[in-house]
């Protein structure tokens, strides 16, 4: 029997729980000293495909101004607007949850949340999230995107591990079945 491809959520966030300030800013995630890339070269290549919401990937377009940091991976941009593909992305209109389930039942290696609040928030409402690696920064914004949405849902994790970079803590979670 063929085993599933695993959906992993590997994002950064501030002490305080929050992934961007109220202005979309990383600013203060990238003045935290860290230890070579954190680790994400080598979670890199445990994955094949990446998932991200449209307001991530409107962000990765404005602010990395080298080329497109996703290109040797299948990349899915949800939004609910028209959109025209890419040579990188590949924009999905149609049901996540469905979209999200074909794509985990299909050959390959494990599927990357780049990130999205909102998208994240429907990811773990319909627990498809599979893992969580949360990166935190010794960091308090004391204000802005949070991590986790609040709303009427409850997840189970265990500890798979911990791993620290510097002054980067990583927690790695495995969703309970």
């Known amino acids: 029997m063929r085993k599933q491809r695993k959906l992993v959520l590997l994002i950064a966030t501030s002490l305080d729980g929050y992934i961007a300030t109220k202005d979309d800013s990383l600013d203060w995630l990238f003045k935290v000293e860290g230890e070579g890339d954190n680790g994400i070269s080598e979670f890199y290549e445990t994955v094949d495909t990446i998932l991200m919401g449209r307001k991530t990937y409107d962000w990765i377009i404005t602010h990395m101004t080298e080329e497109f940091p996703y290109k040797n991976k299948e990349c899915y941009v949800f939004s609910r607007q028209e959109n025209e593909d890419t040579e990188d992305v590949k924009f999905i209109k149609e049901d996540i949850i469905d979209f999200t389930n074909k794509l985990k039942n299909e050959e390959g290696k494990n599927i990357w949340i780049v990130g999205g609040g909102d998208l994240l928030h429907s990811f773990i409402k ?39 970079f510097n002054q980067f803590v990583e927690l790695h979670y495995k969703r309970r079945r």
């Open 126 to 164: 319909e627990k498809l999230v599979d893992e969580f690696i949360i990166t935190i920064a010794p960091t308090i914004i004391g204000e802005g995107v949070p991590l986790f949405k609040e709303d009427e849902y409850q997840l189970e994790l265990y500890l798979k591990g911990t791993r620290c």
